[in-house]
């Protein structure tokens, strides 16, 4: 029998050794809270800003850049409202795209009830923007930014670099979700002239309930959590400790690795996708062929239901995702679908495979099997 195949690492990933190892102290022996004064606090304390310079390395930034959040969803709240309310003297529009992950649309539509406009940009049928468009969306009134670097559903990889030069020329705030591609890409904030990147410790083999907000100067932001003087008084509350030196190993884990796994994972997602797309009669593939995330393979099977292809898939031993072909079981199709131009039988026939490099080519070759055997059982049956 088939070993288990994990094929959701966009949705969380195995915690690596490295960030366990790391961890275990601070889950026992140094409890001590960084606040305090005496060693065993001392010893929390050295800790956070070792793993606060270990990430702020992987980006070529200043350590005090890095602040510690409890993951991708406050980080991305953060420097949305937070740069919002910096800013509220200069303007009330923000730009963003239209497949954002919801942690970026949610927050604009709270900030839009609280009268901010914002100019939702559409995007190409691979699930591209459009720099220009960015571009000619620009008011005087535009404080904001906000593009993903990597579509978490499709895998598309955004033009960062030229969205960051035309925020510069125009003297404008831009910030990435980057919680799909922070550890799996190498990032320049400087060169895509980012000026805020959210990230996710478990998106990287680190742990849960663990982030960062990279912000280029503090008075781009406004604090979003307020109490006590942590995080250099701008993210009040104490921190978890053991959860940052976890995502601190597992960042410098990442970028050491980085190279070598992103050059498996492409291979393995080029055999993955090739085979579906060969060997299976009316599929699509979303995102772009090249440009996407080296571990993403998304597809759209029409006459085929996305969630019992995965419970069907989850008995073979197969873990996948939809990528979020139905919003909260509502039976309304993916915003991200819709946007690159799906229909609502595409998209209710949505599969997304992302692997990693510990998989094998068994695995994919396995994974194939079982994803044509079921869309045919599925197939006939809905005839």
């Known amino acids: 029998m088939h070993t288990p195949v994990y094929m959701d690492?966009?949705?969380t990933?195995?915690?690596?050794?490295?960030?366990?190892?790391a961890m275990r102290p601070y889950l026992k022996a140094y409890f001590g809270n960084p606040s305090g004064v005496y060693d065993l606090s001392v010893q929390s304390r050295r800790a956070i800003e070792?793993?606060?310079?270990?990430?702020a390395q992987t980006l070529s930034v200043p350590d005090e850049t890095i602040y510690f959040t409890a993951g991708g969803t406050e980080s991305d709240n953060w420097a949305l409202i937070g740069a919002a309310?910096?800013?509220?003297?200069?303007?009330?529009?923000?730009?963003?795209?239209?497949?954002?992950?919801?942690a970026v649309l949610n927050t604009c539509a709270y900030l839009e009830k609280l009268?901010?406009?914002?100019?939702?940009?559409?995007?190409d049928e691979k699930g591209f923007i459009d720099p220009a468009a960015v571009e000619a969306a620009i008011r005087p009134q535009t404080v904001l930014i906000s593009v993903m670097a990597a579509n978490n559903e499709i895998g598309t990889l955004e033009p960062l670099e030229a969205v960051g030069r035309i925020a510069g020329k125009y003297g404008i705030l831009f910030h990435t979700d980057a919680v799909q591609a922070y550890g799996h890409l190498p990032i320049d904030a400087d060169l895509c002239g980012l000026d805020m990147l959210s990230a996710s410790a478990h998106k990287f083999n680190g742990p849960k309930g663990t982030g960062f907000l990279y912000v280029r100067e503090r008075s781009a932001v406004t604090p979003l959590i307020h109490g006590g003087g942590q995080e250099y008084g701008m993210r009040a509350g104490t921190e978890n400790v053991a959860g940052i030196v976890g995502m601190g190993a597992?960042?410098?884990?990442?970028?050491?690795?980085?190279?070598?796994?992103?050059?498996?994972?492409?291979?393995?997602?080029?055999?993955?996708i090739g085979r579906i797309c060969s060997e299976l009669p009316y599929v699509r593939l979303n995102g772009d062929r090249k440009h996407r995330l080296p571990n993403n393979a998304s597809f759209c099977f029409p006459g085929v239901d996305s969630v019992s292809?995965?419970?069907?898939?989850?008995?073979a031993g197969i873990s996948a995702s939809g990528g979020s072909a139905c919003a909260s079981g509502s039976g309304m199709p993916s915003h991200v679908l819709t946007a690159v131009g799906c229909t609502k039988q595409e998209a209710q026939g949505?599969?997304?495979?992302?692997?990693?490099?510990?998989n094998t080519e068994d695995d994919i070759d396995y994974t194939v099997m079982h994803v044509k055997r079921i869309v045919n059982e599925l197939r006939c049956a809905s005839v």
């Open 250 to 272: 597992a960042a410098q884990a990442a970028a050491q690795t980085m190279e070598t796994r992103a050059r498996t994972e492409r291979r393995l997602r080029d055999r993955l």
């Open 85 to 102: 309310q910096s800013h509220v003297k200069k303007g009330w529009h923000l730009i963003t795209t239209s497949i954002e992950h919801h």
């Open 350 to 358: 949505a599969l997304r495979l992302t692997l990693s490099a510990e």
């Open 309 to 315: 292809l995965l419970v069907m898939l989850d008995m």
């Open 9 to 11: 690492n966009a949705a």
């Open 115 to 123: 009268g901010w406009e914002v100019t939702y940009l559409p995007v």
């Open 13 to 21: 990933t195995p915690i690596c050794p490295e960030a366990a190892d």
């Open 50 to 55: 070792q793993a606060r310079a270990a990430i």
